[in-house]
T-cell receptor
Framework: QKEVEQNSGPLSVPEGAIASLNCTYSDRGSQSFFWYRQYSGKSPELIMFIYSNGDKEDGRFTAQLNKASQYVSLLIRDSQPSDSATYLCAGNFGNEKLTFGTGTRLTIIP | GAGVSQSPRYKVAKRGQDVALRCDPISGHVSLFWYQQALGQGPEFLTYFQNEAQLDKSGLPSDRFFAERPEGSVSTLKIQRTQQEDSAVYLC?????????????FGSGTQLSVL
């Protein structure tokens, strides 16, 4: 069973600070990882994807992948109240489907 | 442009009833996935279609669950003899590529409540 694990939170971060979300996985054959944002009652929305070891930056978001240690993280700089949501980590382990973690609930405190 | 459309948005069923959930993927999208999301959990894979072929149904929880995509476009997820544990949001997602990846788009889901 290929698993993706996340701390369910809730994680509270002051507005303007950096929010750090972490995810670990158990399959060394994993190829690619995705971070989705899901507002309450809404569908998941892709924020970042990362395929290679290292960092990938897009605006206020940075995804980090370390395949040797089997973790992937998402950093959100200058956190805004609109960033308050559940963040889902997902991995593609060599087949077509994505395996999701349980999600981390993030609250940005004004 | 239209996104992935799911209907109904909400469905209330009595235990033992059959239900059918519809997904209209983005036009031309090859891949279609169904996921089940219980409250407070991440989406769990149910089944995957590439065009009309159901290539993976390993996530369907029991033989009460059945999915089809007969013409490679619209898909229907059918649940027979619904049970309370079937209560969840059922998400459909489509992608223009074989498989998912970064071009996977989700619909708004159907929230199923079994009483």
């Amino acid at each position: 069973q290929k698993e993706v694990e996340q701390n369910s939170g809730p994680l509270s971060v002051p507005e303007g600070a950096i929010a750090s979300l972490n995810c670990t996985y158990s399959d060394r054959g994993s190829q690619s990882f995705f971070w989705y944002r899901q507002y309450s009652g809404k569908s998941p929305e892709l924020i970042m994807f990362i395929y290679s070891n290292g960092d990938k930056e897009d605006g206020r978001f940075t995804a980090q992948l370390n395949k040797a240690s089997q973790y992937v993280s998402l950093l959100i700089r200058d956190s805004q109240p609109s960033d308050s949501a559940t963040y889902l980590c997902a991995g593609n382990f060599g087949n077509e489907k994505l395996t999701f973690g349980t999600g981390t609930r993030l609250t940005i405190i004004p | 442009g239209a996104g992935v459309s799911q209907s109904p948005r909400y469905k209330v069923a009595k235990r033992g009833q059959d239900v059918a959930l519809r997904c209209d993927p983005i036009s031309g999208h090859v891949s279609l996935f169904w996921y089940q999301q219980a409250l407070g959990q991440g989406p769990e894979f149910l089944t995957y279609f590439q065009n009309e072929a159901q290539l993976d149904k390993s996530g369907l929880p029991s033989d009460r669950f059945f999915a089809e995509r007969p013409e490679g476009s619209v898909s229907t997820l059918k649940i027979q003899r619904t049970q309370q544990e079937d209560s969840a949001v059922y998400l459909c997602a489509s992608s223009p590529n074989a498989g998912g990846g970064e071009k996977l788009f989700f619909g708004s889901g159907t929230q199923l409540s079994v009483l």
